[in-house]
Structure formats: C-alpha cells, structure tokens
C-alpha cells in the first residue's frame, strides 16, 4: 500500500489527498464520483447534457433531411453540425473512462480537422465553385487586420488571387495535421509510462504541445477570419456571419481552453478536490470534460437556430421557384401551339400562292413530295425557334430568382429542358 495505494472495486482513497501513480478504471471512477454529492450531481447533470445533445442533433437531422434538398450542402451542414455531440460524447465518456481520456480527445480532434476542411468547402460550394468564386471576387479587396491580429492596423488590404486564397487556405488547414499530432505523441508517451517514470517531465512536454496546438488554432482563427472577410457581402444571404463566428467559438473552447487546464496542471493552479484523487492533471482533466460537455448542448441548440433559418429559406425559395417553373412551363404550351398554327397558315398561303392560274407557264408546279418536304422543314424551324424563345424566358426568370436567392443553375436547366413542346 502506501502512499502509493491502488483502488480497487471495494476500497477508497483514506485520505482525499493520497498520491495515485496510475489513473482509475471505470468502476473505480464512478465509486468516486458517486462517493459526494456535487461529484455525483456534476456526473447526471454531465450525462443529461449529453444525451439531449445527441437527440437534439438527431432531431435537426431529419429536419435537414426533409427540408434540404441540396445533397452536397445538406452533407456538409449535417456534418458540421456533427462536431457538437462529438466533442460532448468524447467528453462525458472521458469523464467515465479517465484512462481513455487521450483516444477520446484524438478522435474529437480528428473530427474536428475534418470539420474544418469541410468548412471551407461549404464556402467554396456557396460561390459555385473554386473559378466562380475567384471570378465573383477577383475584384474584391480585404484587409488583413483579422483577429487576432485585428489591431494591426498597419497590415495593408490586397486584393484576391489563386496565391492568396491558397494561403489562407493552407492557414486555415494546418490544423487538421497539428493538433492530432500533437496528440497522437501525447498519447504516444503515455503509453510508453513517460507519465509514471518521469511525471515533471511529462507535463512539460504537454505544455509545449499545447502551446505548439494553440499558435496553430489561433493561425487557423486568422485564415478563417480572411474567408469571413472575403465572402461576407456576396454570401450574407447564406447567414455566413454566425457560421464563421460559431467555427471560431468552437476551435476557442476546444483547443484555447485544453491549453489554458495544460498550464494550470504544470504549474498546481489546480489543488485537490475531495473525493477525486490529488492529482492536478487528473483533477484538471475531469474538470475540462465536464465543462465541455455542459457547453456543447448550449452552443448546438444555437447553431440548430442558424441552421433550421438557412434551411427554410431556401425551402421557401425552392417552392417559389416550383411555382414559378410551373407557370412558365404552363405558358409554354399556348405559345408553342400558336407558333405551330402561325406555320400551318403560312404554309397553307405558300400553297395557294403556288396554285395562282396567272403564274409564268415556264415555271413548272412541284411535286406534291416536295411541297411536303419544305413544309416539314418550315415547321421544325419555327419548332426551334419556339424552343429557343420559350427557353429563353425560362432562363430569364431563372436567373431573376437566382439573384434572390443564389440557388446553382445546373439543376434548374434541368427543369427547364422538355421532350417537344408542339
């Protein structure tokens, strides 16, 4: 026993403060925290929180599913919005499996690397594209004094290029690959018992780590804060804004925050807290998950708002425009049987003018095949012409409501095309 005391599934620490070389199992860590009131209301209240985040999400799901009908922003936005009960799940799992705490934090980081990376999709995919998007910006000027470098005000405006957009691009992609392998070595030397042997050292080097995760989320705000800057005015029917500052919040509370606990442990800011262990990186570590987990719900519920506001906009634009293809599609019909009467009149005066007694003896009357063949030919030709004009409304009014609501033209071309219309 000793100072080094394990736990088992039927004895506590005798003192609150004992010194634990190795972290608790599950079974363990439940005794503990069923062991005092707060601990035991902090653990329910953890595990509500997380549940109704999960349901929650579930919910804006299906809503997205049968409001939505954009299949490559409908993924992207499900997927964004993926990363709240991720990181509230991994939490509240850390919580009961202190040992798994690295792997749980891994997974959520990797999670998020991928959130980012489909962040900037959406954006591009808001434009029409990588060429639209430079076409529609390529006279457009944004300043760099973005947070956090927002006081610089001596950074100058430039305007936006391939070499421009690729540095932001890249500012903001860093940190998919730092973070995880920030925690990837992490995990690395706590599997190799670097934490037991040598415990000053172990905590310096997560200091660093942490120091090394948090330059790259604050580069990778930055980027963000370039995109933000770029496609504000052409996207703010898109509801950007909160998009842009709700990816911010969150790379703040889950990178900001795990560096701000990765201090406090290494220099014992946190004390010992009764009846968890006296061990500040441990300690820390629950109070970390805890507090994430009490975050997410809070801050998916927001972005469930933003979300379910974009989605029905964009419902009622695509109902709109429904009305609006039906009606023009309805007026086609008319338009088309009357250019098609228009070409059997002048057809049928063609006939008489040929059928005129007076006309020259030298020229003889053609054959009834030919004078079928001409007129089949002169009505394909105001076929087309009638396609041509009636197409040419569509895409008007098409286009008239794209300016509206920005909606892709390659499904509405679709819609527009027809069989025959005579």
Request: overall charge neutral; aromatic content about 10%; charged content about 20%.
């Amino acid at each position: 026993m000793g100072d080094n005391m394990m736990m088992n599934g039927n004895t506590l620490p005798p003192s609150p403060c004992a010194n634990m070389t190795l972290t608790p199992n599950s079974i363990e860590m439940v005794e503990l925290m069923s062991s005092s009131q707060w601990t035991l209301a902090l653990l329910i209240v953890c595990s509500i929180l997380a549940g109704a985040c999960l349901l929650i999400y579930v919910e804006t799901i299906m809503f997205i599913l049968l409001r939505l009908p954009y299949g490559t922003r409908r993924g992207f936005l499900i997927f964004l919005l993926g990363c709240f009960p991720v990181f509230s799940l991994t939490s509240i799992l850390s919580i009961y499996f202190p040992r798994a705490t690295l792997m749980a934090e891994f997974a959520a980081s990797a999670y998020l690397a991928v959130c980012v990376y489909t962040f900037i999709l959406l954006i591009v995919n808001y434009f029409g594209g990588y060429e639209n998007m430079l076409k529609i910006l390529h006279e457009e000027r944004f300043s760099l004094a973005q947070a956090p470098c927002c006081c610089c005000r001596c950074l100058p405006e430039v305007a936006l290029t391939k070499k421009t957009f690729h540095r932001a691009r890249i500012m903001v992609m860093q940190m998919t690959v730092v973070r995880p392998v920030a925690l990837f070595i992490s995990a690395i030397l706590w599997t190799d018992g670097l934490v037991a042997m040598c415990f000053e050292t172990y905590q310096t080097i997560e200091v660093v780590l942490n120091l090394i995760a948090t330059i790259s989320t604050l580069c990778a705000i930055y980027g963000l804060g370039l995109f933000y800057e770029m496609s504000i005015r052409p996207l703010r029917k898109f509801y950007v804004r909160p998009k842009f500052f709700g990816m911010k919040i969150l790379l703040l509370l889950t990178n900001v925050q795990a560096a701000i606990f990765a201090f406090l442990n290494r220099f014992g800011v946190i004390g010992c807290l009764s009846p968890l262990p006296c061990d500040s990186e441990f300690t820390g570590n629950v109070i970390l998950n805890a507090i994430v987990a009490i975050e997410m719900p809070f801050l998916l519920v927001i972005a469930r708002i933003i979300a379910l506001k974009f989605v029905q906009r964009f419902h009622k634009l695509e109902q709109e425009l429904s009305v609006s293809m039906a009606t023009l599609e309805t007026n086609a019909a008319p338009m088309a049987e009357e250019m098609c009467s228009r070409d059997q009149v002048r057809s049928s005066n063609d006939v008489r003018i040929t059928s005129i007694p007076y006309s020259p003896p030298s020229s003889p009357e053609l054959p009834a095949e030919i004078t079928d063949e001409i007129k089949e030919e002169t009505k394909e030709e105001l076929k087309k012409e009638a396609e041509s004009i009636i197409m040419e409304e569509i895409m008007k009014e098409v286009n008239k409501t794209m300016e509206n609501g920005g909606v892709h033209t390659s499904t509405l071309e679709k819609r527009g095309n027809r069989d025959s219309i005579c």
